[in-house]
């Protein structure tokens, strides 16, 4: 199993550009998540998603959007990319939303907006 | 939203010393809590949970319910130690927006 996988590693924008990210589980989960990690602001929720076809706004969703098409895929687009969504993004996903389900991670993404 | 915190950004401890990174959290209820772990170049991963009641890598969590701290702790800190550490909630817990911790950078001094 490959687990959580993320594409693509790294990624230089123009502001005003779009991009999509895209994440990959193979382990059959229920749940999947974005998140941006920023120095001193920890992990912050972006966008989740409960199941297949739906979407929710996590923490700070504003500038992004998301699908989740098939089960295994939870895409993060960026219509109009800023410099402040300069980030290292992370995708994860859990077998279910129960309260004890573990999250598990991909290996991130970084983004740098010029 | 109900949260979690982490007081410290940064804590360098030495080698062989004892390690407490603390974690409060201020939601009601039965809390179940997680420490995730991010090692240099590497993705997070779960390090432990408190319904386990298990040490990893010789850290425990005790949850304190009178003080709403599940701090980590490790009685003798070793190099390999060194990394982000993050204090987290359950993916849901009624319907609130969870968030993590802002995050521990330990570092241990040889």
């Known amino acids: 199993n490959a687990g959580v996988t993320q594409t693509p590693k790294f990624r230089v924008l123009k502001t005003g550009q779009s991009m999509t990210l895209l994440c990959a589980q193979d382990?059959?989960?229920?749940?999947m998540y974005w998140y941006r990690q920023d120095p001193g602001m920890g992990l912050r929720l972006i966008h989740y998603?409960?199941?297949?076809?739906?979407?929710a706004k996590g923490e700070v969703p504003d500038g992004y959007n998301v699908s989740r098409l098939k089960k295994q895929n939870f895409l993060l687009g960026l219509e109009s990319a800023a410099p402040s969504q300069t980030s290292v993004y992370f995708c994860?996903?859990?077998?279910?939303?129960?309260?004890?389900?573990?999250?598990?991670f991909g290996p991130g993404t970084r983004l740098t907006v010029l | 939203a109900q949260r979690v915190t982490q007081p410290e950004k940064l804590l360098s401890v030495f080698k062989g010393a004892p390690v407490e990174l603390k974690c409060n959290y201020s939601?009601?209820?039965?809390?179940?809590l997680f420490w995730y772990v991010q090692y240099s170049r590497q993705r997070l991963q779960l390090l432990l949970r408190h319904i386990s009641r298990e040490s990893i890598k010789g850290f425990t969590a005790d949850l304190n319910k009178g003080e709403t701290s599940f701090h980590l702790k490790k009685p003798f800190a070793q190099e390999e130690d060194s990394a982000m550490y993050y204090c987290?909630?359950?993916?849901?817990?009624?319907?609130?927006?969870?968030?993590f911790g802002t995050g521990t950078r330990l570092t241990i001094i040889p």
């Open positions: 382990m059959n989960h229920e749940y």
């Open positions: 939601y009601s209820g039965s809390p179940e």
């Open positions: 994860a996903s859990s077998p279910s939303y129960r309260y004890t389900d573990t999250q598990y």
């Open positions: 987290a909630p359950p993916p849901n817990f009624g319907n609130e927006k969870l968030t």
């Open positions: 998603s409960v199941g297949e076809g739906t979407t």
